[in-house]
């Protein structure tokens, strides 16, 4: 490789989930600590990160065709005298197939795992002088330590509190990219969470493969769980709303359901992956869950706050998986009655117990099942966002929306809501909720509650 000059710009293009969009705001954060900047809209950047997923085949195969898209427009550059982009490779594919991708993309300079990436500036430094670096150890406590304050962002912010997943379901990769649950401490927390408050932040959403999880001790050195932390950070003034997301349903306990009834900025709000209805699927899935006791972990958040929002996640299509066992994750999705859902075919990831289980599932079957679940979730999205109507609620304006005068935002319930009133980013504004699409709603202006 060559030796090169300083990156002056860079670009993030995070995959897959959450966490990561919180990893690469991190990575901006430190590549700000150096003076490199983003790259503007419709700029080449000096410094491309592909901030990668590896939960499903699709998204680990988008790293190769976006490396081969930045190659050859690295070539044009320089066949016009400007330069390529140097290429880094972070996130879960990196730390899955960081040697592959070594070997694989001769263009790639650096390759960093999830646990890794407070190193960049390091590894950045040796790509510089034309050398290759690879970091994908996992001292996952290390990173957050190394990482520089909070910056401005919008209204809405992530916080990952906890990492890692001790769980192993079968299909699953994340306990080997991510490693083991791990808790950040409840301090360290704490005082991000107020930093991303005066940065201007009126929701924070806590993250974690298994969220609920995390567990730490408060500042009296009393042990608390998630619905502790969320108690203690609804006192911070100028936090509006808090939500968190991945649960298992395993990690819940009383106080998590009850701070539901009990925090008025914790909204009314759960994504709680089930990914199958039937019990001989869970139990080769390893979830360690039945379709019956996540029902009735359901009705306990009911019971603890009556208009909850329910979300989930949905895997068709797991080796096996009989025509009669599929119907019976329909039949889960008519019982609960989700807000929203995100629904996936399986797939197979090396490595994970279920990638050489017998009776995998043909492509047909699986689109054809896949149909058939987002038709019928889509009928309860669009059921529930109908029964919203006529309901006041406070809308979190995010954007603009598609029409001159038009603002777009978040209701407690998660719906984006969309109006037409004088308002800006970061608003809360009280709306009545008064027509209702397949994805989004239209309120009528009440009040602008806080500027
Ligand atoms: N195939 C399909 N979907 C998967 N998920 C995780 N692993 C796989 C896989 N191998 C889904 C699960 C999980 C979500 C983040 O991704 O539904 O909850
Ligand atoms: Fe993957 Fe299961 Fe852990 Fe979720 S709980 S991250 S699906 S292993």
């Known amino acids: 490789m060559k030796p090169t000059s300083a990156p002056q710009t860079y670009r993030v293009k995070s995959f897959g989930c959450q966490m990561n969009v919180y990893d690469g705001e991190r990575m901006g954060e430190l590549l700000a600590e150096r003076g490199i900047v983003p790259a503007p809209e419709g700029e080449e950047a000096d410094l491309v990160i592909l901030n990668t997923c590896h939960i499903r085949e699709k998204a680990a195969e988008k790293v190769y ?40 993309a001769p263009a790639v300079s650096i390759v960093v795992g999830p646990q890794a990436y407070h190193r960049l500036p390091e590894m950045l430094d040796k790509a510089q002088k034309g050398e290759r670096a690879t970091d994908t150890d996992m001292p996952a406590i290390a990173k957050f330590d190394a990482l520089p304050q909070r910056k401005k962002r919008g209204p809405s912010a992530f916080l990952t509190v906890q990492e890692g997943c001790d769980k192993f379901c079968t299909y699953c990769v994340v306990p080997y990219t991510r490693g083991a649950e791990i808790s950040r401490p409840f301090s360290h927390l704490v ?25 730490g001790e408060d500042d009296k050195g009393r042990s608390v769980g998630l619905g502790g932390l969320i108690r203690t950070l609804a006192a911070i003034d100028g936090l509006e709303r808090i939500r968190y997301t991945t649960s298992h349903p395993n990690d819940m306990d009383d106080d998590l359901i ?44 009911r019971a603890a706050r009556p208009d909850i929002a329910l979300s989930g996640d949905f895997i068709v299509g797991f080796p096996g998986e009989t025509e009669a066992e599929f119907q019976d994750t329909l039949s889960i999705v008519d019982e609960v009655r989700y807000a929203a859902c ?59 929306g598609r029409h001159p005068g038009q603002w777009l935002g978040k209701s407690p319930w998660l719906q984006s809501v969309w109006f037409e009133a004088p308002a800006a980013i970061g608003d809360l504004v009280e709306v009545d ?9 239209k309120g009528l202006v009440r009040q602008t509650v806080s500027v």
């Open 258 to 301: 009850a701070a539901h009834g009990e925090v008025a900025k914790l909204m009314p709000y759960l994504h709680l992956p089930v990914q199958a209805g039937n019990d001989r699927i869970l139990k080769a899935m390893n979830r360690q869950h039945t379709a019956e006791s996540y029902l009735k972990l359901i009705e306990r958040f």
């Open 191 to 215: 005082a991000e969470a107020r930093k991303l408050v005066e940065a201007g932040a009126k929701e924070i959403t806590l993250l974690g493969q298994n969220v609920n999880a995390w567990a």
């Open 433 to 441: 909720l008064a027509e209702a699409g397949p994805n989004s709603l």
């Open 65 to 104: 065709s976006d490396i081969g898209r930045l190659v050859a427009a690295g070539k044009e550059a320089e066949a016009q005298g400007g330069r390529a982009p140097l290429i880094a490779v972070a996130g879960c594919v990196a730390q899955a197939e960081g040697e592959e991708i070594m070997a694989r």
């Open 342 to 400: 995100f629904s996936f075919k399986y797939s197979p990831r090396p490595g994970t117990p279920a990638a050489t289980m017998d009776g995998q599932i043909s492509a047909e079957e699986m689109d054809d099942r896949l149909q058939r679940l987002q038709q019928r979730i889509a009928h309860h999205q669009y059921a529930f966002n109908q029964a919203s109507i006529g309901k006041t609620c406070q809308v979190l304006v995010e954007r603009t």
